[in-house]
């Protein structure tokens, strides 16, 4: 059994004839599990599910890690919920982060995951962040994608960590588990010692020093990249052969 878990925007989608070639490829391999790792809600990932013509997944994981889905009816794990709701308190964070110059609240806010805009001036915003959540005791961590977008979710959250919680589930090893992302909600993810790729299309915010060493740097964009993450691994060959 293997775990492919990847990102949707920009990651997934983008190439709908790459993304073909992945479906094709995939269909092929019975034991590969597909998990859609995400920062948009339930709801948005239901639409771009829609909009793009996906497959359906084994796991939707949400909300940048804190919302886990399980299955064809997306029964929500509320094992992980309880694992993650730990010294947290979205309404003190609200309270907390209300008056900082330049963070703009975004219009959807979520159980686990409080979101802004930030478009100027990170490299003082977000350690003041840090500063008012630590001082309230808040175990949190920010999350900054796309020079636009700044989540801040419970520490014990995360891509990774939620990955992490569905490959043990699945009782596979890191190693039977391929991570694709573009952007800066994508770190956690790639660097939680799954194997790794970063597609061709990726963000400036992802670069050599935001990510261990053995990630592979896809030439090819968008899901091209996924496949050519495959091949790069040996993915897709039976595991007494890799
Ligand atoms: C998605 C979410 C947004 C979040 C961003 C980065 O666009 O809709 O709330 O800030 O991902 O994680
Ligand atoms: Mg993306």
Same mark, same amino acid.
């Given at each position: 059994?293997?775990?492919?878990?990847?990102?949707?925007?920009?990651?997934?989608?983008?190439?709908?004839?790459?993304? #073909?070639?992945?479906?094709?490829?995939?269909?092929?391999? &019975?034991? @590969?599990?597909?998990?859609?790792? =995400?920062?948009? !809600?339930? $709801?948005?990932?239901?639409?771009?599910?829609?909009?793009?013509?996906?497959?359906?997944?084994?796991?939707?994981?949400?909300?940048?890690?804190?919302?886990?889905?399980?299955?064809?009816?997306?029964?929500?794990?509320?094992?992980?919920?309880?694992?993650?709701?730990?010294?947290?308190?979205?309404?003190?964070?609200?309270?907390?982060?209300?008056?900082?110059?330049?963070?703009?609240?975004?219009?959807?806010?979520?159980?686990?995951?409080?979101?802004?805009?930030?478009?100027?001036?990170?490299?003082?915003?977000?350690?003041?962040? #840090?500063?008012?959540?630590?001082?309230?005791?808040?175990? &949190?961590? @920010?999350?900054?994608?796309?020079? =636009?977008?700044? !989540?801040? $979710?419970?520490?014990?959250?995360?891509?990774?960590?939620?990955?992490?919680?569905?490959?043990?589930?699945?009782?596979?090893?890191?190693?039977?588990?391929?991570?694709?992302?573009?952007?800066?909600?994508?770190?956690?993810?790639?660097?939680?010692?799954?194997?790794?790729?970063?597609?061709?299309?990726?963000?400036?915010?992802?670069?050599?020093?935001?990510?261990?060493?053995?990630?592979?740097?896809?030439?090819?964009?968008?899901?091209?990249?996924?496949?050519?993450?495959?091949?790069?691994?040996?993915?897709?060959?039976?595991?007494?052969?890799?």
């Amino acid at each position: 059994m293997k775990l492919l878990a990847t990102d949707l925007d920009n990651t997934l989608t983008g190439d709908r004839a790459a993304y #073909h070639r992945l479906v094709v490829l995939l269909s092929a391999h &019975h034991d @590969v599990s597909i998990a859609y790792v =995400t920062g948009r !809600d339930k $709801i948005q990932t239901f639409e771009i599910m829609d909009a793009e013509c996906l497959c359906e997944p084994d796991y939707t994981l949400c909300n940048v890690g804190t919302e886990i889905y399980v299955g064809p009816d997306y029964r929500r794990d509320d094992a992980w919920t309880r694992h993650i709701d730990h010294h947290w308190d979205r309404f003190a964070v609200q309270e907390a982060l209300a008056t900082i110059p330049y963070l703009f609240q975004q219009s959807r806010q979520f159980e686990f995951k409080q979101s802004y805009h930030l478009f100027h001036k990170a490299d003082i915003v977000i350690p003041e962040i #840090h500063e008012r959540l630590d001082e309230i005791g808040v175990a &949190h961590k @920010v999350i900054y994608s796309s020079g =636009t977008d700044l !989540d801040v $979710i419970p520490a014990k959250a995360g891509k990774g960590e939620a990955v992490d919680y569905v490959r043990k589930r699945l009782r596979i090893r890191r190693k039977n588990v391929l991570a694709a992302g573009d952007s800066g909600n994508d770190v956690g993810l790639l660097s939680a010692g799954f194997l790794a790729v970063v597609v061709g299309n990726h963000k400036a915010e992802l670069n050599a020093d935001a990510l261990p060493e053995d990630v592979y740097w896809a030439r090819e964009s968008y899901a091209g990249g996924i496949i050519e993450g495959t091949q790069h691994f040996g993915f897709l060959k039976p595991a007494d052969v890799v």
